[in-house]
């Protein structure tokens, strides 16, 4: 059974910065693309961001362009998100998955295996 756990979240103030850390046990951490979705009170879960198998591709939803760095370290077996100038808008439940089954790394559906979340909560 895999198992994946984020960790990270926090309140921070406007312009501020977290890390977000995702680590998975139960299967090859390098075998999938992994990402980071988010989803606020009443919205739909979106893709944040997602990083090929090896970490030479990576892709970004365009609010958080520039802001968000996506990054694995496949020794350690972990997944990471930078976020800086955090902004209010940024506020939600942040979940890590893997796992991919096929399709567009950004859709939430394409995943199997996904953790609990971490929140982020970004006061202005």
């Known amino acids: 059974q895999v198992q994946v756990m984020e960790s990270g979240g926090g309140l921070v103030q406007a312009g501020g910065s977290l890390r977000l850390s995702c680590t998975v046990a139960?299967?090859?951490?390098?075998?999938?693309?992994m990402a980071w979705f988010r989803q606020a009170p009443g919205k739909e879960r979106e893709g944040v961001s997602c990083?090929?198998?090896?970490?030479?591709?990576?892709y970004y939803l365009d609010s958080v362009k520039g802001r968000f760095t996506i990054s694995r370290d496949n020794a350690k077996r972990t997944l990471y998100l930078q976020m800086n100038n955090l902004k209010p808008e940024d506020t939600a439940m942040y979940y890590c998955?893997?796992?991919?089954?096929?399709?567009?790394?950004?859709?939430?559906?394409?995943?199997?295996?996904w953790g609990q979340g971490t929140q982020v909560t970004v006061s202005s």
């Open positions: 990083i090929s198998r090896s970490g030479g591709e990576s």
């Open positions: 998955a893997t796992d991919l089954r096929g399709g567009r790394c950004m859709k939430p559906d394409v995943f199997n295996s």
């Open positions: 139960g299967m090859r951490f390098d075998r999938s693309w």
